[in-house]
């Protein structure tokens, strides 16, 4: 499955992220075929004193991918690379789809473990901003990696386990492109499993009330609630023997497809039109979906189709304060001329011992707030980013927010670590950029 052809070198032209909200304007692009021909190119940029940063599809609100310098698109090192069936692993090339990845495994039958909500992101674009889902004791993507390789800034190639290399191990699962280019990713695979999905509808404040115990009795458990409403949506997720009880492809068009994202899409075109009608679309949008059952394989139980585009800001609170945290976002949304179209979304992570991830050293609740692609979302997540950070909230790295690396000392107990490992990897920094620069320091 390994990627195949000749790496290529084209002049800059303008990148624009999946949002739309970032662009970068790279000297310019190589797209290189082989290991090889990516340390190649670093060390050229090295030559030419450019900045080098690897790109994936771009499904970062952060500009943590941007550069003026070389832009590295891994398109052509996708692939697995090899399956140990003894160890339970599976090796796979850097730029690979998450989406090709869930389908190759299910084939081998085999699966990640938990995955996030959407699959178009490459697998070390996705760890390397700390991509995940939801989980009472299973983590994001990054902590379901056993071991990495990567280009380090002088063009040479590292591999880093819990036994090789593990100061790197460490920091470098979710390592922001600050550490090296990451060229392939082993994740831990289990055999194949079903889900068992039942998704409902509950009142908000039943869910805060029951909030504990729905996270302890269920091994996936998510919400979304729906401002100007008392409304939420609720989704757990299990290990079922079976049988598998797949959504209907006419109920899942209607639901995933058509509800979900065209009419979705239409109301927001609307909201964003006539602000004044958001409140009244919100109560009829947390009402359209009804309850569910299905049962499938985990990807299918995962993930699912997200057209409707839009800007994210994601704060990681501690788990214990979320529901005062999520009581506090939604004072400040009731009392305020806010228009909020879109969702809030609410999950959970075990705590897990990557230098910077959002859940390191302590159990974690994800909230997630949304606005509308060309919509003004500024002071909504102002507003909602003062009420995170009054949480010891850690920011999600590959989403909007506002934070620099004088707070993001204070809130990573690790932070320190992480950036001497960056001195002494690219002393150079040859993989700047202005994100990094912010949220690292210089």
């Known amino acids: 499955m390994s990627g195949t052809g000749s790496g290529t070198t084209t002049s800059g032209r303008a990148w624009h992220n999946w949002a739309g909200n970032i662009t970068a304007r790279p000297v310019r692009e190589v797209v290189p075929a082989s290991v090889e021909e990516l340390s190649a190119a670093v060390r050229e940029a090295a030559e030419d004193g450019l900045r080098v940063k690897a790109v994936g599809t771009g499904h970062s609100f952060t500009a943590a991918a941007a550069t003026d310098g070389v832009m590295i698109r891994p398109d052509l090192l996708t692939g697995i690379r090899g399956i140990d069936r003894d160890a339970m692993t599976v090796t796979v090339e850097a730029g690979t789809p998450l989406k090709r990845l869930n389908v190759a495994l299910a084939r081998e039958g085999l699966s990640l473990t938990n995955m996030g909500d959407i699959m178009e992101q490459t697998v070390s674009g996705a760890i390397s901003t700390g991509t995940h889902g939801t989980g009472r004791e299973s ?96 989704k757990r997720n299990n290990r079922s023997a079976g049988p598998k ?19 979705f899409q239409v109301a927001n075109w609307v909201g964003r039109a006539v602000p004044a009608t958001v409140p009244s679309i919100a109560r009829i949008s947390s009402r359209a979906l009804s309850a569910r059952a299905y049962t499938d394989i985990p990807y299918k139980v995962f993930t699912s189709p997200r057209r409707v585009r839009f800007v994210e800001m994601e704060y990681a609170v501690p788990r214990a304060a979320l529901v005062d945290t999520l009581r506090e976002l939604k004072a400040m949304v009731d009392r305020s001329p806010l228009r909020v179209s ?52 850690r920011p999600h790295w590959g989403k909007v927010h506002t934070r620099d690396a004088d707070y993001l000392a204070e809130t990573y107990p690790r932070f320190a670590e992480f950036t001497a490992l960056r001195n002494r990897l690219d002393p150079d920094r040859r993989f700047q950029n202005d994100y990094l620069r912010r949220v690292l320091g210089s």
């Not at 499993?193 to 029951?210: H, I, K």
């Not at 009880?245 to 009419?263: I, K, T, Y």
Request: glycine content about 6%.
């Open 139 to 234: 983590g994001s993507l990054a902590a379901q990696v056993t071991a990495l390789e990567l280009v380090t800034a002088d063009g040479s190639v590292l591999t880093c386990s819990r036994e090789e290399n593990a100061d790197v191990f460490a920091a470098a699962r979710v390592g922001l492109g600050a550490l090296g280019i990451v060229t392939a990713v082993t994740f831990a695979v289990e055999p194949v499993f079903l889900l068992a999905a039942r998704e409902e509808p509950m009142p908000l404040d039943r869910v805060l009330a029951e909030f504990d115990q729905l996270w302890a009795e269920n091994e996936h458990f998510e919400f979304y609630w729906f401002p100007h409403t008392g409304n939420t949506n609720t």
């Open 245 to 263: 009880r797949p959504v209907s492809q006419v109920r899942g068009w209607l639901e995933d497809e058509f509800l979900s994202n065209g009419v």
């Open 342 to 393: 879109f969702p809030v979304e609410v999950r959970t992570a075990p705590a897990d011992d990557i230098t910077l991830s959002t859940a390191s050293g302590r159990d974690s609740a994800y909230i997630a707030v949304h606005m509308f692609k060309g919509t003004p979302h500024r002071a909504y997540f102002t507003a909602a980013e003062r009420i995170f950070t009054a949480h010891d909230g």
